[in-house]
């Protein structure tokens, strides 16, 4: 994916997910090309720009509805994505 295209779909990303979730992001990384939003008690969605395209980390949140509309903004606009709390769950049964 070319990196005009990458920077689009990441913009396009923030403005939907910011809509969907219903607050803007809290913070960024020093280049921004990691946003975070944060709930009452942790930092549970990330979305971040790499070369290859946009990707998103979700973890889990105080507000279920909140979290599954991030899950399926990602899932219909065909956003990568990884659920923390099976990647966590895939670490402890081979451990």
């Given at each position: 994916m070319a990196k005009e295209e990458v920077f689009s779909k990441f913009?396009?990303?923030?403005g939907g997910l910011t809509e969907v979730i219903g607050q803007m992001h809290c913070s960024t990384t020093n280049e921004a090309t990691a946003l975070h939003w944060h709930d009452d008690e942790?930092?549970?969605?990330?979305?971040?720009?790499?070369?290859?395209?946009?990707?998103?980390?979700?973890d889990d949140s105080t507000d279920?509805?909140?979290?599954?509309?991030?899950?399926?903004?990602c899932q219909?606009?065909?956003i990568?994505?990884?659920?923390?709390?099976?990647?966590?769950?895939?670490?402890k049964s081979n451990g």
């Amino acid at each position: 994916m070319a990196k005009e295209e990458v920077f689009s779909k990441f913009i396009w990303a923030i403005g939907g997910l910011t809509e969907v979730i219903g607050q803007m992001h809290c913070s960024t990384t020093n280049e921004a090309t990691a946003l975070h939003w944060h709930d009452d008690e942790n930092y549970w969605f990330t979305l971040e720009m790499r070369e290859d395209g946009v990707y998103a980390e979700i973890d889990d949140s105080t507000d279920a509805k909140t979290m599954y509309a991030a899950i399926g903004y990602c899932q219909y606009h065909g956003i990568s994505y990884s659920l923390i709390w099976q990647d966590y769950r895939k670490e402890k049964s081979n451990g």
